[in-house]
């Protein structure tokens, strides 16, 4: 039977997320990170575990049928491999900083300056697309640094809470993208394996729609039903069961996780009561 070769970064920000979602999903692996390959125990699936920068190149030459990557990595590198859902983890941007007492106003006062970067071809784009000529230098890590050390008057790399620039003294000056890790599979996949590609797809929407999403039950007195029901989004319609007691009712729904302290508040304001608020692993619908 087929099996579905499998990329997943070996060790780094993605690996504990990587391996989270395949067990949410119901796989079960067999061994630790120490092994480069790992069987499924349960479903037809190879685990490789690769050097996230190295996982563009495998994909493209169809030595891995799929891959959990940083969508910025495959933006880099990764021609035209397909992106096959985004996974909703290790979201970051990737942007131009300068000195803080730099003068910035556009793109054109990089005209002529220095950048350093590990992402050369995603800011060549931004540079072409913006008319701007600019010298590139090359650097694979610690590239707030080079301002510092007169490497560069500028660096393009990963901002997320934006703490690393600014303990460099650096400021965000344009985005060039934003990413976060997603599965991608490799123009090279054979049919037989996009079809269990597929099924981790679906089981995947399944578990981030789970927890995104939260399971609602609480107690109503029935003449505030109409009005509660009217705060609540469910998937379709809310269910209502009657309680032992008499003039009340159980009311159980999903709501979205970020909606979820605003729509409790304005349910206790119209009588609701005993609110219970349960995660959910999957929802299928
Ligand atoms: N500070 C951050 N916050 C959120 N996501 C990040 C951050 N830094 C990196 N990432 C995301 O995680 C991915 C992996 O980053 P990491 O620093 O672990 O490894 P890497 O140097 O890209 O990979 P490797 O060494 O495996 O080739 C990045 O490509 C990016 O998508
Ligand atoms: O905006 P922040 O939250 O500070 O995150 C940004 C930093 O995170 C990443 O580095 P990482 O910590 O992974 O180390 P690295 O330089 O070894 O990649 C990235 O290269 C930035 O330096």
Same mark, same amino acid.
């Given at each position: 039977? =087929? ?6 970064? %070996?060790?780094?920000? !993605?690996?504990?997320?990587? /391996?989270?979602?395949? %067990?949410?999903?119901?796989? *079960? ?36 049928? @799929? ?19 985004? !996974?909703? #983890? ?14 910035? @106003?556009? /793109? ?20 072409? %697309?913006?008319?701007?000529? @600019?010298?590139?230098?090359? +650097?694979?890590? =610690?590239?707030? +640094? @080079? ?13 997320? =809470?934006? *703490?690393? $620039? ?16 997603? $599965?991608?599979? =490799?123009?090279?996949? *054979? ?10 797809? #679906? ?21 505030? !039903? ?21 003039? &009340? ?9 970020? %909606? #979820? &302290?605003? +729509? ?11 609110? !219970? ?5 999957? /929802?299928?619908?």
């Amino acid at each position: 039977m =087929s099996k579905l070769k499998i990329a997943v970064q %070996k060790s780094g920000r !993605l690996y504990d997320e990587s /391996m989270q979602i395949l %067990k949410d999903i119901g796989i *079960s692996i067999d061994n630790g990170r120490d092994q480069l390959k790992a069987s499924a125990k349960n479903f037809p699936l190879e685990v490789f575990y690769l050097r996230n920068g190295d996982i563009p190149q495998y994909l493209k030459d169809g030595v891995v049928d @799929a891959a959990i990557i940083g969508e910025n990595v495959l933006i880099e590198k990764g021609g035209d491999i397909q992106i096959v859902q985004k !996974l909703g #983890f290790s979201s970051c941007k990737v942007s131009i900083a300068v000195p803080k007492s730099a003068k910035y @106003a556009s /793109m054109q006062d990089l005209e002529g300056k220095r950048i350093a970067t590990s992402y050369p071809n995603t800011v060549q784009q931004f540079l072409d %697309k913006n008319n701007v000529n @600019a010298q590139l230098h090359i +650097i694979n890590g =610690s590239v707030e +640094i @080079a301002p510092n050390i007169g490497l560069a008057d500028a660096i393009v790399d990963i901002v997320s =809470s934006g *703490s690393t $620039l600014f303990k460099n003294g650096l400021k965000e000056v344009e985005v060039l993208l934003k990413s976060e890790a997603v $599965l991608a599979s =490799s123009p090279l996949i *054979s049919e037989a394996n996009s079809d269990i590609l597929n099924i981790i797809k #679906f089981r995947i929407e399944s578990v981030l729609k789970g927890r995104r999403s939260k399971y609602v039950l609480l107690n109503a007195p029935n003449d505030k !039903l109409d009005e509660i029901i009217a705060i609540l989004p469910g998937m379709k319609s809310p269910t209502v069961l009657p309680l032992a007691q008499e003039g &009340w009712s159980s009311v159980h729904t999903v709501i979205d996780k970020n %909606k #979820f &302290w605003e +729509i409790i508040d304005e349910l206790k304001g119209h009588g609701a009561e005993g609110i !219970l608020v349960c995660p959910i692993d999957n /929802m299928v619908l």
